[in-house]
């Protein structure tokens, strides 16, 4: 069976997205696609069908399952008529821009009783991640006592304003530490340096766990995410960000990527690839709709406290049967 997807949004990410279903994905087609620049559709189309409206294409006969790529504000009401069409879909982060929308999506799905969601979180797929937890998970290290996370940009767009380095970069760390971990967030507290950036975020877990971040949003030398976990009995840490060394100019070392494609390049593929096996085989994988709320949710939080500077109590409210 061959599976005809959608996509929706081919800016950075969702062009990557594209390329990925076309050029290294198997048992799947791109059937249609959809941007506001509807030119830009036009450019990228090859033998996909162009749509000029994300919700025609989620109700087409010709799409199996869809890709949400579009911006962060668009999500929750595309997931939402994803959900209400029975169709499968892989949506970019965050699931929505406020937890009380990203709970609609999570409470349309308990509703039908089926995780129709991934979300595309997709540090759970990077192979440098996925070594850490599997060291972390045997026990070679000891009990896990903090969580060290790094998360730099070369330089922040213009539209990127003040909250959104928690609500659209940090919700990264949020769910990759959840999962690393396999503890609930319980408290969080955060320092700005001199006008808002970096951050540094400093949360407990449920097990007592700290996990301390830094996001920096202008680090201006490349972008640069790094994370290392401490245990009772020894530590594990990612490796150098890239896979050479250069010598030049006096000066020998490790280059570093301009932005995330690169960097996390194995990590969309993986993502991609796994998607596509679990629409066709029913089995989830990856971020639920849940796990999305609370990245949200969590995110929201942090930014009252990054106004109060104050340590604030994290509220999630019951996790539903359907995502135990
Ligand atoms: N997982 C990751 O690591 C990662 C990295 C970057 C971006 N993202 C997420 O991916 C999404 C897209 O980010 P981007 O960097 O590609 O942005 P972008 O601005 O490059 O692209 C967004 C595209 O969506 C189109 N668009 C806008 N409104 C639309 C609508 N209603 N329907 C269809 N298309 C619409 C725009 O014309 C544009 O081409 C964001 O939600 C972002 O948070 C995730």
């Not at 026990?139 to 539209?159: D, K, Y």
């Not at 380095?165 to 001199?194: K, M, Q």
């Not at 993986?270 to 679990?278: E, T």
Request: charged share 20%; proline share 4%.
């Amino acid at each position: 069976m061959t599976l005809s997807v959608g996509v929706i949004g081919l800016g950075v990410m969702g062009a990557e997205h594209l390329r990925l279903l076309r050029e290294e994905s198997t048992g799947v087609r791109v059937a249609a696609i959809c941007d506001a620049d509807t030119e830009r559709a036009r450019l990228l189309a090859q033998d996909s069908v162009v749509l000029d409206d994300p919700m025609a294409l989620i109700s087409s006969d010709n799409v199996d399952a869809i890709v949400i790529a579009s911006p962060d504000a668009t999500h929750a009401d595309l997931a939402l008529a994803c959900v209400s069409a029975g169709k499968p879909a892989l949506c970019e982060k965050p699931l929505a821009t406020s937890a009380a929308e990203a709970l609609r999506v999570v409470d349309a799905e308990v509703a039908i009783g089926r995780r129709l969601l991934q979300g595309g979180y997709m540090r759970r797929f990077d192979p440098a991640y996925v070594e850490m937890k599997q060291v972390a998970d045997s026990g070679r290290i000891g009990a896990t006592v903090i969580l060290h996370n790094v998360h730099r940009n070369a330089a922040a767009p213009e539209w990127f304003t003040g909250p959104m380095s928690v609500t659209n970069s940090f919700v990264h760390e949020i769910d990759i530490s959840r999962w690393l971990l396999g503890s609930e967030l319980v408290s969080a507290i955060v320092h700005a340096a001199p006008g808002g950036d970096p951050l540094l975020i400093t949360m407990e877990t449920d097990r007592g766990e700290i996990v301390s971040t830094e996001v920096f949003m202008n680090a201006h030398y490349g972008y640069h995410v790094h994370a290392q976990l401490v245990g009772r009995a020894g530590t594990v840490q990612m490796a150098q960000p890239s896979l050479t060394l250069t010598n030049g100019n006096r000066h020998h070392g490790h280059g570093y990527p301009e932005n995330w494609v690169p960097r996390f390049r194995d990590a969309y593929r993986l993502q991609m690839n796994d998607w596509v096996r679990s629409v066709v085989s029913g089995q989830p994988v990856g971020a639920s709709a849940w796990d999305g709320y609370v990245a949200t949710a969590v995110a929201e939080q942090v930014v009252t406290a990054l106004q109060t500077a104050t340590k604030t109590k994290l509220f999630l409210g019951a996790r539903p049967e359907l995502y135990a």
